[in-house]
């Protein structure tokens, strides 16, 4: 991903979205795929000599305007020795922010959309006295309340997946507000349980406002306050589209490559629920034409999810 790539920003109603990368990682494909043949899976996405993948670690960034809202936070620098032998430890996050001009102290709001390792990585970082300090000072974090609770006592299956240093801090200092689902963080900023991946997974629901809808709450300076934008800002919106919505959707949807109902990932807990939540998200996503953002795309950061004539599910990009 080139520099420009990783600082390409686009307007959703009012507010502006930008993704930044943590950097990208190994995957074993299996992992990557779950029931999927390889005979099917390596038409789409390319596998090295391990029968590795390579999987993107994308953070959302939301400019409301007012605020900066950071959705997930990518893999961190904290890894044990062992999980950097299947993992590595690319930690590009905080660099890949600051060449967008965003600096950690910038982050009003962090959200997770659940508490996996390569989800809520940096949301906090070992200072030089070895304490555990939050990565963003100035932020409010956000994490489904259900992930918490389940993190304290996963099952052998996911256990390598949860590492405390990443929320309990947080929580424990009262830095970290736990979430039931459905609530507002900020005014057009929604958080929705969608299970499968895990229990309690939660998708990251943006909904800017276009100038000719209402203001409903003080939503502060419009578009021309915003922070100096060097690269031309697009505007997104399908003409007709309402409401102006971008969502966060996580690891029930990982990559562009997943985005068939049985495509699932091995590591969800719930694979008959991923189906039933992905035929809910996609019941809203296709007909109100809502823009994607995946998480795991080393590639495709955005798209529009459209059924072609046959009624497979496509990937249409932005740019
Ligand atoms: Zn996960």
Same mark, same amino acid.
């Given at each position: 991903?080139?520099?420009?790539?990783?600082? /390409?920003?686009?307007?959703?109603?009012?507010?502006?979205? @930008?993704?930044?990368?943590?950097? #990208?990682? !190994?995957?074993?494909?299996?992992?990557?795929?779950?029931?999927?043949?390889?005979?099917?899976? @390596?038409?789409?996405?390319?596998?090295?000599?391990?029968?590795?993948?390579?999987?993107?670690?994308? @953070?959302?960034?939301?400019?409301?305007?007012?605020?900066?809202?950071?959705?997930?936070?990518?893999?961190?620098?904290?890894?044990?020795?062992?999980?950097?032998?299947?993992?590595?430890?690319?930690?590009?996050?905080?660099?890949?922010?600051?060449?967008?001009?965003?600096?950690?102290?910038?982050?009003?709001?962090?959200?997770? @959309?659940?508490?996996?390792?390569?989800?809520?990585?940096?949301?906090?970082?070992?200072? /030089?006295?070895?304490?555990?300090?939050?990565?963003?000072?100035?932020?409010?974090?956000?994490? !489904?309340?259900?992930?918490?609770?389940?993190?304290?006592? !996963?099952?052998?299956?996911?256990?390598?997946?949860?590492?405390?240093?990443?929320?309990?801090?947080?929580?424990?200092?009262?830095?970290?507000?736990?979430?039931?689902?459905?609530?507002?963080?900020?005014?057009?900023?929604?958080?929705?349980?969608?299970?499968?991946?895990?229990?309690?997974?939660?998708?990251?629901?943006?909904?800017? /406002?276009?100038?000719?809808?209402?203001?409903?709450? &003080?939503?502060?300076?419009?578009?021309? +306050?915003?922070?100096?934008? +060097?690269?031309?800002?697009?505007?997104?919106? !399908?003409?007709?589209?309402?409401?102006? #919505?971008?969502?966060?959707?996580?690891?029930?949807?990982?990559?562009?490559?997943?985005?068939?109902?049985?495509?699932?990932?091995?590591?969800?807990?719930?694979?008959? &629920?991923?189906?039933?939540?992905?035929?809910?998200?996609?019941?809203?996503?296709?007909?109100?034409?809502?823009?994607?953002?995946?998480?795991?795309?080393?590639?495709?950061?955005?798209?529009?999810?459209?059924?072609?004539?046959?009624?497979?599910?496509? +990937?249409?990009?932005?740019?």
């Amino acid at each position: 991903m080139c520099h420009t790539e990783r600082m /390409r920003r686009l307007t959703l109603g009012d507010f502006e979205l @930008s993704v930044f990368s943590d950097g #990208t990682y !190994p995957l074993d494909g299996g992992a990557f795929f779950g029931v999927v043949p390889k005979v099917m899976w @390596s038409n789409k996405v390319a596998a090295d000599a391990r029968n590795c993948c390579t999987a993107g670690l994308n @953070s959302l960034l939301i400019r409301t305007g007012k605020q900066t809202v950071l959705v997930e936070t990518g893999m961190g620098n904290k890894l044990s020795d062992r999980m950097v032998k299947f993992y590595g430890q690319p930690a590009k996050l905080l660099d890949n922010l600051a060449a967008g001009g965003v600096a950690p102290e910038d982050i009003d709001v962090v959200i997770n @959309s659940h508490l996996h390792f390569d989800h809520c990585g940096w949301n906090t970082m070992r200072a /030089r006295n070895g304490k555990i300090v939050p990565t963003f000072p100035r932020a409010k974090y956000y994490a !489904p309340e259900g992930e918490w609770q389940y993190a304290r006592k !996963p099952s052998e299956r996911d256990a390598i997946s949860y590492i405390s240093e990443n929320y309990d801090p947080l929580v424990e200092s009262g830095r970290m507000t736990l979430l039931k689902g459905g609530e507002e963080i900020l005014p057009g900023i929604t958080v929705e349980t969608f299970r499968g991946h895990t229990a309690s997974m939660q998708a990251i629901l943006v909904q800017g /406002r276009g100038p000719e809808e209402p203001m409903l709450g &003080d939503r502060g300076p419009g578009r021309a +306050a915003r922070s100096p934008s +060097a690269q031309p800002v697009h505007d997104i919106r !399908p003409s007709g589209a309402q409401p102006h #919505t971008a969502c966060y959707i996580s690891d029930l949807i990982p990559t562009t490559a997943h985005i068939d109902l049985a495509w699932g990932m091995s590591f969800d807990l719930y694979p008959l &629920d991923t189906i039933a939540s992905k035929k809910r998200y996609y019941a809203r996503a296709i007909p109100q034409k809502w823009l994607t953002v995946f998480t795991h795309d080393p590639q495709t950061r955005w798209a529009y999810v459209e059924r072609d004539e046959s009624g497979k599910m496509i +990937a249409k990009g932005v740019e």
